[in-house]
């Protein structure tokens, strides 16, 4: 079984960054599509980003292109995602997830392993 702990939620002025990190307990992690999705109170669970197993290519939704970074670092057993110019509507439950399969997917359904998850508050 793999193992996923997300840190470094917490709570944010608009506007402020945070950095999450996601470390993961199995010795072949670096064969894993990544990804990080949120979710909200109310609402289904969202894809925010992915990166493939090596970090040459990395996916992002909509609505954080341009503010989310999401990066590996294979040797350590970690993804992490840099959140810029936060938004009220950023506010959520962020997850990190591993996938079996060989692509990054949209779908959380396509994840075998999960976070336990992090909060992460945007205030106005």
């Known amino acids: 079984q793999v193992q996923l702990v997300e840190s470094g939620g917490g709570v944010v002025q608009a506007g402020g960054s945070l950095r999450l990190s996601c470390a993961a307990s199995e010795g072949t992690f670096s064969s894993y599509p990544m990804a990080w999705f949120r979710q909200a109170p109310g609402k289904e669970r969202e894809f925010v980003a992915g990166?493939?197993?090596?970090?040459?290519?990395?996916y992002y939704a909509d609505s954080v292109k341009g503010r989310f970074t999401i990066s590996r670092d294979n040797a350590k057993n970690t993804v992490d995602l840099q959140m810029n110019s936060l938004k009220p509507e950023d506010t959520a439950v962020y997850f990190c997830?591993?996938?079996?399969?060989?692509?990054?997917?949209?779908?959380?359904?396509?994840?075998?392993?999960w976070g336990q998850g992090t909060q992460v508050t945007v205030s106005s």
């Open positions: 997830a591993a996938s079996l399969g060989a692509l990054v997917e949209l779908q959380p359904a396509e994840y075998d392993y």
């Open positions: 990166i493939n197993y090596s970090g040459r290519s990395t």
